[in-house]
T-cell receptor
Framework: RKEVEQDPGPFNVPEGATVAFNCTYSNSASQSFFWYRQDCRKEPKLLMS???SGNEDGRFTAQLNRASQYISLLIRDSKLSDSATYLCVVDPNDYKLSFGAGTTVTVRA | SQTIHQWPATLVQPVGSPLSLECTVE??????LYWYRQAAGRGLQLLFY??????ISSEVPQNLSASRPQDRQFILSSKKLLLSDSGFYLC??????????????FGPGTRLTVL
């Protein structure tokens, strides 16, 4: 079983729509959680950390459900510039991070 | 502020040739350093990580090696490249924490094509 699993998508949504997707993680001892964004042929960049109580950053909302071991990301009022691959990242309590394979979002005009 | 550099940005090499990719970090001391590979359309594969000078942990057996000759320098090498070594190589750094990972920050990557 993979440590972090994501629906690869693609999620094709019109501008202004809301899109949400989850990822699941296998290690219940995981301590830290992140969402990264990766544009085509570019390096991943930190989008936001995910806190136990859930957190927002502008149009982006992240939620953590420890009991069910999943993390979600919701994007409101989608912009064309939100088109990217979103990587779910988990700290399984050692020196390394575990990266999901990514969920691709395409926002169309 | 911290910055991370990688070079070259792109590289085309013949099968069997050697490889040396370099990564340097500025603006921080004693970072954890990481090498990843991303094959086309795939997720990130951790190749090596280092928590200090001369300390290298290998994640995947392969014909690659890594070295950390200085605190903020991380080098990925190969003596003989294989076709399967093609991919997007990413270096990353994080703040050093005992037994824990932290947010990782990536360099711009090197796109390697082995022909």
């Amino acid at each position: 079983r993979k440590e972090v699993e994501q629906d690869p998508g693609p999620f094709n949504v019109p501008e202004g729509a809301t899109v949400a997707f989850n990822c699941t993680y296998s290690n219940s001892a995981s301590q830290s959680f992140f969402w990264y964004r990766q544009d085509c042929r570019k390096e991943p960049k930190l989008l936001m950390s995910v806190y136990s109580s859930g957190n927002e950053d502008g149009r982006f909302t992240a939620q953590l459900n420890r009991a069910s071991q999943y993390i979600s990301l919701l994007i409101r009022d989608s912009k064309l510039s939100d088109s990217a691959t979103y990587l779910c990242v988990v700290d399984p309590n050692d020196y390394k991070l575990s990266f999901g394979a990514g969920t691709t979002v395409t926002v169309r005009a | 502020s911290q910055t991370i550099h990688q070079w070259p940005a792109t590289l085309v090499q013949p099968v069997g040739s050697p490889l040396s990719l370099e990564c340097t970090v500025e603006g921080t001391s004693n970072p954890n350093l990481y090498w990843y590979r991303q094959a086309a359309g795939r997720g990130l594969q951790l190749l090596f990580y280092s928590v200090g000078i001369g300390q290298i942990s290998s994640e995947v057996p392969q014909n690659l090696s890594a070295s950390r000759p200085q605190d903020r320098q991380f080098i990925l090498s190969s003596k003989k490249l294989l076709l399967s070594d093609s991919g997007f190589y990413l270096c990353a750094w994080s703040v050093s924490k005992k037994s824990r990972a932290d947010t990782q920050y990536f360099g711009p990557g090197t796109r390697l094509t082995v022909l």
